[in-house]
């Protein structure tokens, strides 16, 4: 870029001038073009009308258009669903294998399998749960043999709502029992004998010890899987063919075809979804940050 | 509680004998989340098994994955598949490696902004990030205000297609790469290592490629393994970039097939274990946790 710079000699100084920016500049070269680029191009889109001019009519739609509102809506709702479930069943396993008394073989192979787990998914995930759940799947197959009940006749549906979010829990609760289970293990003994030798019970010393010092770590992470699912896209697209219109799948559909007949209204549903995932990770880092006051 | 512990137990037994005493004997709630969390691991595996060994009635056998495996479509989607993995494998290594070097040895100012870039992929999930690249390199890129072009167009060409598609996987394994190479860096204190190699001569390129590379090998190994299973079942990219490759495929082939798709989606999840159960074994940390969800 400068060469006349290289001919200067080399001095080692503590504060880094300009040339020892040059070692980064093909990483940030290589951010700006494909992370920085596309991102900043839906932005501007986001406000621009079908003539190219400056607007804030396609964010003021994103409220007012039903589709879009239903498509939000659902993501959130299957997200929250997940995120809450995944969390407390999660949170539960991290706890059975950490401090809950199991052999500690089950631990690593738990950690592992949640590993596998929280990795496993889009399309092959999808396939796994219609041989599981679907209509000749094996767990159905099986509860109607053993139990002589068809689940399909209770109304269950693998092509649904709640279809779906049992398919996402297996991505879900798994990555909640890789970030619940470091933060459980740094519960000090310390605490728990402090609060038996004052005479505490074990429902007080949770309540009043374990619970409030683990809270941000389990809200913090909670809000981590909400994110998780809300930017999921091929498990839910594989499972439904795009019958349940949660956001990326319209985003999806937009970017085929200009299907909301405005380019620029695509682009800002695309933002609204960044903001979402933008607070929630910046959620779960604030909280974080408050965990590790305590554990560790 | 202390005082009476057993003196001579290791402090792991020491805990275990602390807290049997103050709960019941068997942990019958932990017994009972553990096999309901493993019932649902491992149900849906065993469903996938179950269901794509009976392709021929009443018959258990490999069938569907013989069927499976010699389909040509399925050796030309998967060996391109592994192709674009490992490109994107080698074109990470070499801009994180040099760059979370420079970064502890010289710029440590830039930290805080590199790893706000490289948390940015979590922000913006693999359908925004098409949908931002296919808007930007559908046209020819052109010096801003000016009609001077810098690049034609890069989804109209195979190249260009393939180069983005590369890009886009880079940056779905960021997080992952950066923060594994970040670590392996850290444990492995390459300050002192380069200053050792310095005082013996040694230029930078051997520095990075015999002192830094070696060390970094366990770190490398599990981005790259973590980065291979994002690839390996990656759709989102590749179906909107409109390339061939094994994500897009398998979801074609559950179409209008049944139980080829279920042997393929078992022998996904055998890679899947593998690639985790590598990454465990070398680093027996916590493994590290991506998504092409």
Redesign the interface.
């Known amino acids: 870029m400068a060469p006349s710079a290289v001919s200067a000699p080399r001095v080692k100084r503590p504060a880094?001038g300009w040339r020892?920016?040059l070692?980064?500049v093909?990483?940030?070269l290589?951010?700006i073009?494909?992370?920085i680029?596309?991102?900043v191009?839906?932005f501007v889109?986001s406000f621009a009308d079908n003539q190219g001019n400056f607007t804030f009519k396609n964010l003021l739609q994103l409220f007012t258009e039903p589709s879009i509102l239903n498509a939000y809506w659902l993501s959130i709702r299957i997200s929250a669903v997940t995120a809450i479930g995944g969390g407390i069943?999660g949170f539960?396993?991290a706890?059975?294998?950490t401090?809950?008394?199991?052999p500690?073989a089950?631990r690593?192979l738990?950690?592992?399998?949640?590993?596998?787990?929280?990795?496993?998914?889009?399309?092959?995930?999808?396939?796994?749960?219609v041989?599981?759940l679907g209509r000749t799947?094996?767990?159905t197959a099986l509860m109607k043999n053993v139990f002589h009940l068809s689940i399909y006749d209770t109304g269950f549906n693998l092509y649904s709502f709640v279809g779906l979010s049992f398919t996402?829990?297996?991505?879900q609760?798994?990555?909640m029992?890789?970030i619940m289970?470091?933060a459980l293990d740094g519960l000090k003994?310390e605490w728990?004998?402090a609060a038996?030798?004052l005479g505490a019970s074990?429902t007080q010393y949770w309540l009043q010890i374990a619970l409030p010092v683990l809270l941000p770590s389990i809200l913090g992470s909670m809000i981590l899987l909400f994110?998780?699912?809300?930017?999921?896209?091929?498990?839910a697209?594989?499972l439904t063919g795009g019958a349940l219109p949660i956001v990326?799948i319209q985003?999806?559909a937009?970017?085929?075809g200009d299907v909301l007949h405005n380019p620029g209204l695509?682009y800002a549903m695309?933002m609204g979804?960044?903001f979402i995932?933008?607070v929630s990770?910046a959620g779960y880092s604030w909280l974080q940050g408050r965990t590790e006051r305590w554990l560790r | 509680?202390?005082a009476q512990a057993p003196i001579a137990a290791p402090p792991?037994e020491r805990?275990?004998i602390?807290?049997?005493r103050?709960?019941r004997a068997f942990?019958l709630?932990?017994?009972l989340?553990?096999i309901?969390?493993a019932l649902?691991?491992i149900?849906?595996?065993?469903?996938?098994l179950?269901?794509s060994l009976h392709m021929e009635r009443g018959v258990i056998g490999l069938k569907a994955y013989g069927a499976a495996f010699s389909d040509p479509e399925f050796a030309r989607t998967f060996g391109y598949s592994v192709f674009l993995a490992a490109v994107t494998i080698i074109v990470s290594v070499l801009?994180?490696v040099?760059?979370a070097y420079?970064?502890r040895l010289?710029?440590p100012?830039?930290r805080r902004l590199?790893e706000f870039?490289t948390?940015?992929?979590?922000?913006?999930?693999?359908?925004?990030?098409?949908?931002?690249?296919?808007?930007?390199y559908s046209s020819p890129v052109e010096i801003p205000f000016t009609s001077i072009r810098l690049l034609a167009p890069l989804t109209t060409s195979k190249l260009g297609t393939n180069a983005l598609i590369v890009?886009?996987y880079?940056?779905l394994g960021l997080p992952y790469m950066y923060r594994s190479v970040d670590t392996g860096m850290r444990t492995v204190d390459v300050r002192t290592l380069t200053e050792a190699a310095q005082s013996l001569g040694a230029n930078w390129l051997t520095i990075m490629s015999r002192v830094i590379l070696p060390n970094l090998r366990t770190a490398l190994l599990s981005g790259a393994l973590?980065t291979f299973?994002?690839v390996l079942?990656?759709?989102?990219l590749a179906s909107?970039l409109g390339l061939p490759t094994f994500?897009p495929y398998?979801?074609l082939l559950?179409q209008h097939r049944a139980y080829e798709?279920?042997a393929?989606?078992f022998t996904?999840?055998l890679l899947?274990?593998a690639?985790?159960?590598i990454?465990?074994l070398i680093t027996g940390g916590?493994?590290?946790?991506?998504?092409?969800?």
């Open positions: 880094s020892a920016w070692g980064v093909p990483f940030f290589f951010a073009l494909f992370l680029l596309p991102s191009k839906l889109g069943f539960l396993l706890y059975s294998v401090i809950g008394g199991l500690k089950l690593s738990l950690i592992t399998f949640s590993g596998v787990a929280s990795n496993f998914a889009g399309v092959p995930l999808a396939f796994a749960f041989a599981t799947g094996f767990v996402y829990m297996y991505f609760f798994p990555l029992v890789l289970a470091p003994r728990r004998e038996e030798n074990r994110g998780n699912a809300f930017g999921a896209y091929a498990t697209y594989a990326t985003i999806g937009q970017i085929r695509g695309a979804m960044v995932m933008a990770l | 509680m202390t792991k805990t275990l602390a807290h049997s103050t709960r942990p709630w932990s017994w989340w553990f309901l969390g649902y691991f149900l849906p595996l065993y469903a996938t179950d269901f801009l994180v040099p760059t420079w970064i010289r710029l100012e830039a590199v870039i948390l940015l992929p979590f922000v913006i999930p693999a359908i925004i990030l098409v949908f931002g690249m296919i808007r930007i890009a886009g880079v940056v973590l299973a994002i079942g990656e759709v989102v909107y994500g398998l979801f559950g798709p279920a393929l989606t996904t999840f899947t274990w690639a985790m159960g990454i465990q916590q493994g590290q946790v991506a998504g092409a969800h």
